[in-house]
Nanobody
Framework: DVQLVESGGGSVHAGGSLRLSCAVS????????MAWFRQAPGIEREGVAA???????TYSYSAQARFTISKDNAENTLYLEMNNLQPEDTAMYYC???????????????WGQGTQVTVS
């Protein structure tokens, strides 16, 4: 089984930056299709950014130009660099992984527990 553990969330002021990490065990990031999702209270979970096995990326409209998804094969870790954060970015952020290319669809088989991001 693939296990995912997120970290790096926190509280920042508008305009600030955070880098989220997702440590992967049970398989390697090079074999996985991976993504970051977020969910605010009362709102459906939405895809933010996805990366495929080759490193090709996909972003939601709200994330493009501000967020960058990347992975480090040596560290077996997925990252999400978030810049110019705004209050509407406040949510629980989840890492997801699958052996099929899901891009920003919510059907990933493996999920982490989430890390909270709060922007004031």
């Amino acid at each position: 089984d693939v296990q995912l553990v997120e970290s790096g969330g926190g509280s920042v002021h508008a305009g600030g930056s955070l880098r989220l990490s997702c440590a992967v065990s049970g398989d390697t990031v090079s074999r996985l299709y991976m993504a970051w999702f977020r969910q605010a209270p009362g709102i459906e979970r939405e895809g933010v950014a996805a990366i495929d096995r080759t490193g090709s990326t996909t972003y939601s409209y709200s994330a493009q130009a501000r967020f960058t998804i990347s992975k480090d094969n040596a560290e077996n870790t997925l990252y999400l660099e978030m810049n110019n954060l705004q209050p509407e970015d406040t949510a629980m952020y989840y890492c997801a992984a699958d052996f099929y290319n899901m891009q920003l669809a919510r059907h990933y088989s493996n999920w982490g527990q989430g890390t909270q991001v709060t922007v004031s």
